[in-house]
């Protein structure tokens, strides 16, 4: 774009030259635009919404206030099995005080846009749109970005087309961390991670729940044997879990959700929906870069480019929805605009994430069904944790166990699952063993600390075996 094209698209308003616009501050472009300007480059980092992103208001750090909460309660309630007689009375009150005060400040980025100003970078409020190639348009205001520009817009809660849902006043993962009075009843569409995790929560305070899956099981994308622990254990807590729930309409009456499922009429007094995400791509500008404006990805080389002089990071980018994925990816970004030859190049293959129930599941890389889908040889380790002495000590009784699936040729592993107290703890032993291919003969060559979980790694990684 000339500069002639720049004035006349400005209403004649000279556009701004700076060397980085960042386009979106969620967890990715906020830490890379912290990052570019201490190197001394002039960055501008736009938001139209909060800086921190969904992760910090909404989602990981109020959440798993919430979950955190919700354990105390259950461990509570184990004194009689453990230790002697407890008395326990939830009060949702203290955890929304918490998350209003602790986690959110009451949903006010002041200090992140401070921290983020302090850095050196130009913070811009409002919808920034690509106005063209290294271009961004916001709110009548033209930036010219001489070494590009970087998309991290992320993503926002998606709603299934259910009839009549979106006439209802449902809440979403945004809704449901302001909550300060629960329900008598709740009614929750989605058994993904966040739908499984907050089923457990209100639960356990005593909030009658039933949970609509529309595929065959919960945790779809997880190992079997995982999903199924968690199913087996909520329903043992009182969550109604349905399963292949075929939702045909849901109904609003002024006081209660009223949801026709098949041949069943399900009435809660709070529905909430937890059923994907949707990409913030539909209104930035993508065609005045030659991109479609219908994309739900943007795909990138391994430095995270799009095109010349544009970059993408975080869940835009499809490689996991994963605040630890943006941060990994702001690093790759950060040296290739730098200009580094030598900088890192994104590697997928050990991404670990963890689903935050009771019992915890941390998984990292392939399940055992991805990884012989690949074609290669396969060979899969399982080890109850119950059967280890800390599994015993802790009664842990069947809720827990290690999976190992390895590259039978390469002895190497291509993923992990764990479930169980502190699974995203030791995760990162078997995540560390995916990403740098430790030989599973090195991994079995270790000596393991007594009594720990980590001793039910050891028994897996000894029955790895065809099957």
Request: proline share 4%; hydrophobic share 45%; net charge negative.
């Given at each position: ?134 271009t961004v348009a916001v709110d ?32 979403t993962n945004r809704d449901v ?43 779809s994308e997880a190992e079997p ?243």
């Open positions: 774009m000339t500069a002639a094209e720049h004035l006349a698209s400005t209403g004649g308003r000279a556009a701004t030259e700076v060397d980085v616009v960042v386009l979106g501050l969620g967890p990715g472009g906020r830490s890379l635009a912290s990052a570019l300007a201490s190197e001394g480059l002039d960055v501008v980092g736009v938001e139209e919404h909060l800086v921190g992103g969904e992760c910090p208001f909404y989602g990981c750090t109020p959440s798993k206030m919430m979950v955190r909460a919700a354990e105390a309660l259950a461990e509570a309630r184990r004194v009689t099995e453990l230790a002697g007689t407890a008395t326990v009375v939830p009060r949702w009150a203290q955890v929304a005080e918490r998350i209003s005060s602790e986690a959110t400040s009451g949903w006010n980025d002041d200090d992140e846009v401070s921290a983020l100003k302090a850095a050196g970078v130009t913070f811009v409020r409002g919808h920034g749109r690509l106005a063209g190639p290294r009548g205001s033209t930036y010219v970005a001489r070494r590009g520009v970087v998309l991290a817009t992320g993503t926002a809660p998606g709603a299934p087309p259910i009839d009549g849902l979106a006439k209802t006043p449902y809440w961390v302001k909550v300060t009075e629960l329900p008598s009843s709740l009614a929750v569409i989605g058994g993904g991670a966040i739908g499984a995790e907050l089923c457990q929560v209100f639960g356990r305070f005593g909030v009658s729940v039933t949970l609509l899956e529309a595929e065959p099981r919960i945790l044997e995982a999903s199924g622990l968690v199913a087996e254990t909520i329903a043992e807590e009182g969550v109604e879990v349905i399963t292949g729930a075929a939702i045909d309409r849901v109904d609003h009456d002024g006081k209660a959700f009223v949801l026709a499922v098949g041949d069943r009429t399900i009435t809660s007094d709070r529905l909430l929906v937890a059923a994907g995400r949707d990409s913030n791509l539909s209104d930035i500008g993508l065609p005045s870069v030659g991109l479609d404006d219908d994309l739900s990805v943007l795909e990138t080389d391994d430095r995270m480019r799009v095109a010349d002089g544009l970059w993408a990071l975080g869940d835009i980018t499809g490689k996991g929805a994963y605040t630890s994925v943006a941060h990994y990816q702001s690093h790759i970004a950060a040296a290739a605009i730098l200009g580094r030859e030598d900088g890192p190049v994104a590697d997928y293959r050990a991404v670990p994430h963890v689903t935050f129930t009771d019992p915890e599941i941390g998984a990292v890389g392939l399940t055992e069904d991805a990884a012989r889908a690949t074609g290669v040889r396969v060979q899969v380790g399982f080890a109850d944790m119950a059967s280890s002495p800390r599994g015993w000590i802790h009664k842990t009784g069947n809720r827990g166990f290690v999976k190992v699936v390895e590259d039978a040729d390469a002895q190497v592993l291509l993923g992990a699952t764990v479930a169980g107290p502190m699974a995203g703890e030791l995760l990162a032993h078997l995540t560390l063993a995916v990403h740098a291919r430790i030989p599973v003969a090195s991994l079995a060559s270790m000596i393991y600390a007594f009594p720990t979980f980590s001793e039910t790694v050891d028994e897996a990684l000894k029955s790895l075996a065809d099957r």
